[in-house]
Structures are given as C-alpha cells and as structure tokens.
C-alpha cells in the first residue's frame, strides 16, 4: 500500500496550490481519503476528508470555504484545492486513508503518505 503525496512548495500569501494524492489501495472507493498537517513543533491536525460513503466532506474550520476536497475513483486520486493561503497554513500536508471511516481523528486511518510540504510566505 502507498499513498504518494505531491504538488507542495512556496506560494505568498493570497496565492492558490493544489495537492494530489495518488493511493495504491484496493477497492480505493472505500477508503474515507482525509488530508492532515503538520506544522513545525505542533501535532498532526485534521485539514479535510471526503468520506467513502457518497463522497460527503467535512473540513477543519480554519480552513473552511478557502479549501476544496475532492476525490476520483477511477483513478484512485484526492487532492486538495488550496486558495487564499495564509501563512499559518504552512505546515507538512499528509494525506491519509481509512476503510470504510467515519471519523476526522488522524488515529483511525490505516495508511498514510509521506507528506508534502507547504509554505506560505507573508
């Protein structure tokens, strides 16, 4: 199993990036497919996640309406659409399957990729 996350780097403030998360999962569409971060000296927090069942989403409020999450099943493919970036939104962007999940809590997902890191300068 491997979630290969890309599509970090530097953007300034304002600025739009979007991520992409290529899994090697079996039957993928019944994996919930969350993104995560990881700021420097701070804990893993929940970003955005589209669930496996229909594809409903949930979103950290912090980034709520500034951020699309978006999957394809076809192609075993999440990404995350990120716009009016903030630099406190600088962090290492991880995404993250869980089968068959309901949760946002980083705890229950099985796999994750190796992250991609985000910086967002002022």
């Known amino acids: 199993v491997q979630l290969q996350a890309s599509g970090g780097g530097l953007v300034q403030a304002g600025g739009l990036l979007k991520l992409s998360c290529a899994a090697s999962?079996?039957?993928?569409?019944?994996?919930?497919m969350g993104w995560f971060r990881q700021a420097l000296g701070k804990e893993r927090e929940f970003v955005a996640t589209?669930?496996?069942?229909?594809?409903?989403?949930d979103y950290a409020d912090s980034v709520k309406g500034r951020f699309t999450i978006s999957r394809d099943n076809a192609k075993n493919m999440v990404y995350l659409q990120m716009s009016s970036l903030k630099p406190e939104d600088t962090a290492v962007y991880y995404c993250?399957?869980?089968?068959?999940?309901?949760?946002?809590?980083?705890?229950?997902?099985?796999?994750w990729g190796q992250g991609t890191l985000v910086t967002v300068s002022s």
């Open positions: 993250g399957a869980d089968w068959m999940g309901l949760s946002v809590s980083p705890r229950t997902y099985n796999y």
């Open positions: 999962l079996r039957t993928f569409s019944r994996y919930t």
């Open positions: 589209t669930f496996w069942t229909g594809g409903s989403t």
